[in-house]
């Protein structure tokens, strides 16, 4: 128990908040970060899908998706850590 205690005051966190331009359909900018959610794996913007035989624009329609979600609202980060692009 004492070990995890010492460890946790090792934990970067950190908080942003304010209005989100949507990147794509799982990145954000706040501020001057670039944010990438956790847990989620969205097509990234330009890419284009194939369901039943038809192509359609996944990438631009996740991106639409989020900014539906976000629509304006202040939107709050906590503790991130940079992953393998950035």
Do not use: F, H
Request: proline share 3%.
């Amino acid at each position: 128990l004492i070990l995890l205690a010492a460890r946790l005051d090792r934990i970067e966190t950190r908080k942003t908040e304010g209005a989100a331009v949507v990147n794509d359909g799982d990145t954000i900018t706040l501020g001057t970060e670039r944010i990438r959610m956790r847990g989620i794996d969205a097509p990234e913007y330009s890419q284009v899908c194939r369901k039943d035989g038809a192509d359609y624009p996944c990438g631009k329609l996740a991106r639409q998706s989020l900014v539906s979600l976000i629509s304006g609202k202040p939107v709050s980060c906590t503790g991130w850590q940079r992953d393998r692009y950035g």
